[in-house]
Each structure stands twice: as structure tokens, then as C-alpha cells.
């Protein structure tokens, strides 16, 4: 079946990059181009849509989508929940490195200010430095320090020739790291992510802003269900264990406390599991705030599991890597997702159960 893309900003920049993708990718077509003359209800009849406008635009194209019930990807920065990709790398050196600010430049004719990259990579700082708190940005009260996003000073550029260029400035005393990152060609730049994207646009619920996160959800969701019926199985069982315990009668009070211990052990497992997810989702959210998760390009199954050639490929630089750092739970971490990747979930979990307990072993006692 072939999913038709409706591009609204279509005949823009970014929009022209998005239809030649769409174009070349087997399985989509291009079923319509909406520009600023054009109606929503062109949007009639598309399986997916794909914005492109600008910020003003954007939540009109995201209602008539929801309105159509078609699941709609937003490529366009400037509202509150842009997904642009973040180019900021962060880690050990945050807590070194109180001050951070961010410097972006766009051509002049760029509408919406600062960029959503920066305001992304401004939250997921703010997001890895919950423990530690704000960045330190002295007299931010003042308009020329910039804009604050999450304690983050962005400050934003607008200037002819400029394609989109991001500088992050981390600075402590006496020293100073600046990540930058220069678009250059934006076909070769955005391409691959927007592959991705429309990937995982088709199968996402609710609103997702990055990838993953719905994934999440259904599990979350299974697992509270079944937590609840396991609860109400207790309580069931509970009742009649008592009557059986009270019967007096030697099978009767094996078969009360059978049928207490039972449900219990698997409440244990089942509390088990939950400290598992909620562990690894906060390791993976960690490198993920570093930049450290596995960023390897690979082609993606509908599912938005990646194919297993591409996966199976990953393997040796990740496995070498843990041969080399047995110690470093990130190393395991992202091995246990290289497993995920290809589809051996036995795998994956040891190596992020590993992960789990060397982080665990490598904080400091309390
Ligand atoms: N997430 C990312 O990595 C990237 C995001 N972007 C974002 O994508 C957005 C578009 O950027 P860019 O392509 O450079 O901008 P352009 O100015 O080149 O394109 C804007 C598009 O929006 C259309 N448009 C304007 N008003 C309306 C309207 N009322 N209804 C429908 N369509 C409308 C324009 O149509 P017309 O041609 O008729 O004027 C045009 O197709 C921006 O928000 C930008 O920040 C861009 C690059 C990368
Ligand atoms: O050209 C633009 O406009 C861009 N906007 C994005 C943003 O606001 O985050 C970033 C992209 O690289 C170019």
C-alpha cells in the first residue's frame, strides 16, 4: 500500500528538501503541495502530513490533520513543541562547566526567534542538569543577554548567507567548550532525519516530539494493566485463601497459602520489571541528554526497528567497546540497545540489567 503525503510548505526550502525524500522513498508518494494560497481541505484523502509552513500556519495544519483523523509530522520550529534535532552534546563535563549559552544564526528572512534547535537543546540541557540545578548565567535580567529558555541564554542571529549554524558555549573557570554545528548542504543535512521521521510519523499516538517515546507508553501502559489485574487477583485470592486457612483442614490451608504466595512472587517480579523500566528509561534518557546514545544511520523497518543487516553491522564497534570498558555502564547500555535494535530483547535486557547495576555501583554511597 502506498501512503500518500500531503506537504503543507511544500513549495518552501525545507518543504522542497521533505518532497524529493518522499519522492525517492518506496512505499510513500506525493499526493499533495499545499503553499500559503492553497485550502487545508486539500489534505482530504492523504495518509500522513507533513508540515513545513511556519509557526503562525502550524497549528492550523496540525488541528485539520487531527480533525481528519491523519497523523501529522511538524517539521516547522517556533511553537511550543518543535522537534528539531538537538546538535549539543552534553555530559561529565556539565558539572564542570556551570555556564552555558547558545548562539544561533538563520538568514535574515527567518520568522520565528530563537530557533527551535536552540530551544530544544536548551530544554534537554535543563533536562540532564536536574540534579544539578540552572545553569549560571550572570545578569539575565538584562534584554542584550538574550532570551532565557529553561536558564539557557539563547542568543540569535539573523543574517544574510547564513544557512542555520548553532554554537553552544559551555564555559567554567578558566576554560571554555564550544560545540558548533554549520549546516552546509540542507538536502544532504535534513534527509536522513526527515526518512526517519516519516518512519515513525505513521506509527506514532499522542503527540511525540524526538522518536521513541510512544513506544514507551504502550509498555507503560501494559504494565500498569497487568499490575492492576494482578492487584484484583490478590485480592480475590486473598479472600479465599482466608476462608481456606480458616477451614482447619490440612489440604485446605496448603491450598490457602498456595494461593497467596503464588500471586506475591509474582507481584515480586512484576515490581522487579517496573524498577527495571523505570532504570533503564532513565539511563537512556541520560545518554540521550550526553548525545551518547548509539546515532549510527540505519535503514528502519516500519516498525521503526532497524533492518537487521544494519543492525547486526552495529554489533562489533559496540561489543569492542564494552571488551575495552567492562566497567562503564554506558558502554553496556549501548550494547544492550544495539541488541534491541536487531531484535534480541534477551540480549538487550542482560546488557542493560548490567548497565543498571554498574551505574548503581558507580554512584557515590548516600
Ligand atoms: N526541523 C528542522 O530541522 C528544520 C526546520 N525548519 C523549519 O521549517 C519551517 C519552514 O522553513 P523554510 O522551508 O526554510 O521556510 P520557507 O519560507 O522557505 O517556506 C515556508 C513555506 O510555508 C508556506 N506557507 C506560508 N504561509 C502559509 C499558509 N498560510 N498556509 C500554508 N502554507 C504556508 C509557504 O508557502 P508559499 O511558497 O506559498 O509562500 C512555504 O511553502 C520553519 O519553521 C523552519 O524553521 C527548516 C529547516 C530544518
Ligand atoms: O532554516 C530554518 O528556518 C531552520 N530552522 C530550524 C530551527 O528553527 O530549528 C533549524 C534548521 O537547521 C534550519
Known amino acids: 500500500m502506498t501512503t ?3 506537504i503543507v510548505g511544500g513549495t518552501g526550502k525545507l518543504g522542497g528538501v ?39 500556519v502550524s497549528i492550523d495544519v496540525v488541528r485539520a490533520a487531527i480533525e481528519r483523523g491523519i497523523n501529522v509530522l511538524v517539521g516547522t520550529s517556533g511553537g511550543r513543541t518543535s522537534a528539531s534535532p538537538s546538535s549539543c552534546a552534553r555530559g561529565r563535563c556539565r558539572s564542570l562547566l556551570p555556564s552555558i549559552e547558545i548562539v544561533e544564526a538563520h ?3 527567518k520568522v520565528d526567534s530563537p530557533s527551535g534547535t536552540a530551544v530544544r537543546t536548551a530544554e534537554l540541557i535543563a533536562a540532564a542538569r536536574e540534579e544539578i540545578g540552572p545553569v549560571q548565567s550572570p ?17 540569535s542571529l539573523r543574517r544574510p548567507g547564513v544557512i542555520a549554524r548553532q554554537e553552544t558555549v559551555l564555559s567554567g573557570a578558566g576554560e571554555s567548550l564550544s560545540i558548533v554545528h554549520d549546516t552546509i548542504d540542507p538536502t544532504t543535512a535534513y534527509a536522513p532525519g526527515i526518512r526517519i521521521a516519516i518512519a515513525a510519523a505513521l506509527e506514532a499516538r499522542g503527540v511525540v516530539v524526538g522518536r521513541r517515546r510512544h513506544q514507551r507508553m504502550k509498555t507503560r501502559i501494559a504494565v500498569g494493566l497487568m499490575t492492576v489485574l494482578l492487584l484484583l487477583y490478590i485480592v480475590l485470592a486473598g479472600q479465599r485463601s482466608v476462608v481456606l486457612l480458616a477451614s482447619g483442614d490440612g489440604v485446605g490451608i496448603a491450598m490457602g497459602v ?3 504466595v503464588l500471586p506475591l512472587i509474582a507481584l515480586w517480579a512484576i515490581g522487579r520489571e517496573l ?10 534518557e541520560i545518554l540521550d541528554a550526553e548525545g551518547a546514545l548509539p546515532h549510527e544511520e540505519v535503514a528502519l523497518r516500519p516498525s521503526g526497528r532497524a533492518t537487521r543487516d544494519d543492525a547486526d553491522a552495529l554489533f562489533p564497534a559496540y561489543r569492542a567497546d564494552v571488551e575495552q570498558h567492562p566497567g562503564d555502564w554506558r558502554a553496556w547500555y549501548r550494547l544492550g540497545v544495539a541488541y534491541d535494535a536487531s531484535g534480541d530483547r534477551r540480549r538487550a535486557r542482560e546488557a542493560v540489567r548490567t548497565a543498571i547495576a554498574l551505574e548503581k555501583s558507580d554512584r557515590p554511597a548516600a
Open 275 to 284: 524498577w527495571f523500566g523505570v532504570r533503564a528509561q532513565k539511563l537512556g
Open 139 to 155: 545578569h539575565v535580567d538584562q534584554r542584550a543577554r538574550g532570551q532565557q529558555v529553561a536558564s539557557v541564554p539563547i542568543h
Open 4 to 6: 500518500r503525503v500531503a
Open 18 to 56: 521533505i518532497r524529493e525524500v518522499v519522492e525517492a522513498e518506496e512505499g510513500y508518494e506525493v499526493f499533495a503541495v499545499l503553499g500559503s494560497r492553497s485550502d487545508l481541505a486539500e489534505l482530504d484523502g492523504a495518509d500522513l502530513v507533513i508540515d513545513a509552513s511556519t509557526p503562525a
Open 107 to 109: 538568514r535574515e528572512t
Open 258 to 260: 498456595a494461593l497467596i
